[in-house]
């Protein structure tokens, strides 16, 4: 009898356990999709609807698993745009023969023996931006034929929607459509912050859009929506609330390296991304890049401020005229904090040590992480000369 009973509470006991592991392990799959925001390559920068074609996409996953860019952390290949063409008798959505004749499962088999994830892209009206076939209506069988296919990233787009239809509920369909395949695949809302979001989109998708489209370039702007980097950041300034693990505001992709932008506006906008906790991924060819690209995008020191744990999104904390300060709390306490000067010319910018949340007379560590040069001491405040169009950027710590 006492056997028995002991056996039963054995049995009760492996239960809970076993219980508590799926729950746990359930809870741990969640966390893990984007928990720090996502890194990788996206086609639509450089390439658009008319340079995608399987060879770059290979040409990109051997670049990325071989020049340092997977060992910093870069780990998607998404292809976007442009990849499909029609749906069979079945609905079954069909890519592009001439420009994809391996198809789409052999290339997300080529990008996953690098060691790399796969991403594509689709758009929750009847067509996409582009004009090639959307998901509306076809969200279970879309996302059951990338699940078989081995994608691990989706982007979905917002053009052709038809009148009156509702963003929250068509993201959350893909995402349910999405869970239903059993593949654990991020879910990337590209509605451009049309429809606000950020306070929406937490509990559905990984990432949203918060801007239109950037443009290659520091503070143009277009009569479309589409912006210059200085642009963006005034927009994704004060959305600091809604991102976090798992769930992130997204500025849109990098333009470093696309030619548009000087060295220093590319450092910049790559600081900046990295200090708003932006996904980090980049639209260039990874295949050719000139040293001072390389530099920009291999900065780990940079990337770790952006794949902080903590997942908080810096936020402006002073403005005078061109001359702002952005700080960011990181998980070990300490902060990023980039100095940007917006202006044509270069300026003094001043941060003190109570500006970031610390008390006066802190000792601490300042390391500039472009110079890689550090000094430690009561601080006080910190002052830097920065370029025109540039920033200085540092991690402070306590
Ligand atoms: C929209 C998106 C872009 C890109 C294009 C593709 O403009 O915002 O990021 O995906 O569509 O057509």
Redesign the pocket.
């Known amino acids: 009898m006492r056997v028995r009973s002991a056996m039963a509470k054995a049995g009760r006991l492996a239960l809970f356990l076993a219980v508590t592991a799926v729950g746990a392990g359930a809870q741990a799959a969640a966390q893990t999709v984007a928990a720090t925001p996502p890194m990788g390559w996206n086609s639509?920068n450089k390439y658009g609807?008319n340079g995608i074609n399987e060879k770059v996409v290979r040409d990109i996953a051997d670049a990325m698993s071989s020049n340092g860019m997977k060992d910093a952390g870069y780990q998607y290949v998404i292809i976007?745009?442009c990849w499909q063409t029609d749906r069979d008798a079945a609905g079954n959505i069909v890519a592009d023969a001439a420009k994809f004749p391996s198809g789409i499962k052999a290339l997300a088999d080529y990008v996953h023996s690098k060691g790399l994830k796969f991403g594509i892209?689709t758009d929750a009206g009847t067509k996409?931006?582009?004009g090639r076939p959307g998901s509306l209506g076809h969200e279970y069988q879309d996302a059951k034929q990338y699940a078989n296919w081995g994608v691990d990233y989706l982007?979905e787009?917002w053009?052709n929607t038809l009148h009156g239809q509702s963003s929250e509920s068509s993201y959350t369909l893909m995402r349910n459509a999405l869970a239903a395949s059993g593949r654990p695949i991020v879910l990337s809302i590209?509605e451009?912050g049309s429809t606000k979001p950020w306070l929406w989109a937490g509990p559905v998708g990984n990432l949203w859009?918060s801007t239109g489209?950037i443009q290659d370039c520091w503070d143009c702007t277009t009569t479309w929506g589409g912006n210059g980097v200085i642009h963006i950041i005034d927009q994704i300034n004060g959305l600091e609330s809604y991102a976090g693990p798992g769930h992130w505001n997204d500025p849109?992709m990098l333009e470093v390296g696309n030619g548009g932008m000087t060295t220093e506006e590319d450092r910049a906008h790559f600081s900046m991304w990295a200090l708003i906790s932006a996904p980090l991924l980049t639209g260039n060819d990874l295949g050719n890049m000139s040293a001072a690209t390389r530099e920009i995008l291999l900065n780990k020191e940079v990337i770790a401020i952006d794949q902080d744990a903590l997942g908080q999104q810096g936020r402006r904390i002073l403005k005078n005229g061109d001359s702002e300060v952005w700080s960011k709390q990181l998980a070990d306490g300490g902060r990023a904090v980039v100095l940007l000067n917006r202006s044509a010319a270069p300026a003094t910018i001043d941060v003190r040590q109570t500006d970031i949340g610390y008390p006066a007379g802190l000792a601490a560590t300042v390391r500039d992480l472009w110079s890689a040069k550090e000094s430690s001491g009561q601080i006080g405040s910190y002052s830097a000369q920065v370029p025109s169009h540039g920033v200085v950027m540092v991690k402070v710590k306590p």
């Open positions: 639509w609807c976007d745009d892209y996409t931006c582009a982007k787009d053009c590209c451009w859009r489209d849109d």
